[in-house]
Every structure is written in C-alpha cells, then in structure tokens.
C-alpha cells in the first residue's frame, strides 16, 4: 500500500465522488470503455455501466463508487 510522506495511507483519504451507491440516475450511453462497458455521465462524473450499448437511454443504480468515476447497473 502506498503512503505518503505523513505516514498515512493514500487511500484513507475518503471518498469524494459527487455520486452515492444506491443512488439511480437516468442516462444515455455515450461511449464505450476498454472492457465493453458503457460510458455515462452524471453532472460531468464518469459512470462505467455494464451490459449498457452506445445509444441506450437506461436507468441505473450506482454500485461503486471512486474518486474520479463510479460504477453502476441497468436497473429498467
């Protein structure tokens, strides 16, 4: 694990993603990510959706989120 010069880990810093798990969204599909995943955005914030195509208009459920982006779920 890494550490900063403090000592402390770097991954105790929190979470600062605008998104929460559980929460659902609705979104388009805009892109692919390297794994086949469907890219969505939520107010500018990466959200990687699987089994989710270019085009499709869903509703997801955010099951994981990072700091730089989150992953979700079709839930409709």
Do not use: H
């Amino acid at each position: 694990m890494f550490r900063n010069s403090y000592g402390s880990d770097n991954y105790d810093k929190g979470n600062s993603a605008p998104l929460n798990e559980g929460e659902e969204y609705d979104v388009k599909i805009e892109d692919l990510g390297r794994d086949g995943d469907g890219i969505a955005r939520v107010e500018g914030f990466v959200v990687f959706v699987s089994g989710a195509k270019v085009g499709d208009e869903v509703k997801i459920k955010i099951t994981t989120t990072r700091r730089n982006f989150a992953f979700a779920e079709i839930v409709e």
